[in-house]
């Protein structure tokens, strides 16, 4: 099967995304976020992170110009992921409060 061969100039924009990125979540963690919406400092910082991850996947590990079968592989764990956050989260949300 022949490799897909990625050019440097690709690795350089993602890597200076990267680095970009890098510098607006730090941006954004001196920001208070929280007087907008509460957990909005959070969230963006999630965000980010989910956008940076994700460069990261596609292109330094070449997911991007993998076969369907690994991509299928990922996507299956990705959903994954979702199911045990879901599942925890609706058992954390589901519990009592206890004031001590």
């Not at 919406?37 to 460069?55: D, E, M, P, Q, S």
């Amino acid at each position: 099967m022949p490799e897909h061969i990625v050019s440097p100039r690709i690795y350089a924009v993602i890597g200076a995304t990267l680095l970009i990125f890098t510098g607006v979540t730090y941006y954004a963690a001196t920001l208070d976020l929280n007087h907008i919406y509460h957990g909005l400092n959070v969230t963006v910082a999630l965000a980010i992170a989910v956008f940076k991850a994700t460069l990261v996947v596609l292109y330094f590990m070449h997911a991007r110009y993998s076969p369907k079968r690994t991509q299928l592989v990922i996507i299956a764990g990705l959903f994954w992921l979702a199911l045990l956050l879901l599942l925890t989260l609706s058992d954390y949300l589901s519990r009592a409060t206890m004031h001590g």
